[in-house]
């Protein structure tokens, strides 16, 4: 199975932060990359599909980059609206497999 | 509008059986792979199975801590998706969400205790 390590668990950032979240699989993952927001009670809310492309109406703050193991999600600037969970998950070989989750908390 | 509806959560014994449905709309079910995602309270997502089109013959794959418990299917005819859990544990206590990865239902409790 591949294992996908997510850094940091948490994160304290200030409104207008420009802060960066990263997952890094076990082995190649070809880009099958998705990252997802998740708000307290709520089910996650995909952000980033295949490393970089934005899912439709979600702001241009959040970009994603990466390649091979490695894999990043940036927002450019804190919104309060962005403070939530944030996964990875990696679907390109079963099983999928998602990252232990970063915390993203207001300073 | 893409939507995803999941039922049939609840209370339940070790040991005993539950199945899930998703009713779907808004998107073209029948050539969609779907997926069964839970959260433990607290915890974070673990994929549990997924169940392909029928190009791909409607193979379907699951989880190491599901396997031979769960069962994956679905309807093309009513656009719905189903997880029957058998043998349920403490530890499959969790809500379960439908999803396409890209579109997520809004999730059922499912509690096993005693």
Redesign the interface.
């Known amino acids: 199975?591949i294992q996908m390590t997510q850094s940091p668990s948490f994160l304290s950032a200030s409104v207008g932060d420009r802060v960066t979240i990263n997952c890094k699989a076990s082995q190649n993952i070809n880009k099958y990359l998705?990252w997802?927001q998740?708000k307290l009670g709520e089910?996650?809310?995909?952000l980033i599909?295949n490393t970089n492309n934005l899912?439709t109406g979600i702001p241009s703050r959040f970009s994603g980059s990466g390649s091979g193991t490695d894999y990043t999600l940036t927002i450019s600037s804190l919104q309060p609206e962005d403070f939530a969970t944030y996964?990875c998950?990696q679907?390109n070989s079963?099983?999928?497999?998602?990252?232990?989750?970063t915390k993203l908390e207001i300073k | 509008e893409v939507q995803l509806v999941e039922t049939g959560g609840g209370l339940v014994r070790p040991g005993s059986s539950l199945k899930l449905s998703c009713a779907t709309s808004g998107f073209t079910f029948s050539n969609t792979w779907m997926?069964w995602v839970r959260q433990a309270p607290g915890k974070?997502?673990?994929?549990v199975a997924?169940i392909k089109d029928k190009y791909s013959n409607y193979e379907a794959?699951?989880?190491?801590s599901v396997k031979g418990r769960f069962t994956i299917s679905r309807d093309d005819s009513k656009s719905r998706v189903y997880l029957q859990m058998n043998t349920l544990r403490d530890q499959d206590t969790a809500t379960y969400?439908c999803?396409r990865?890209?579109?997520?239902?809004?999730?059922v409790m499912v509690t096993v205790s005693s």
């Open positions: 199975d998705n997802y998740q089910a996650p809310k995909r599909y899912q996964f998950l679907h079963f099983p999928f497999t998602f990252g232990s989750g | 997926n974070g997502l673990e994929w997924l794959n699951y989880a190491e969400y999803t990865l890209g579109y997520w239902g809004q999730g």
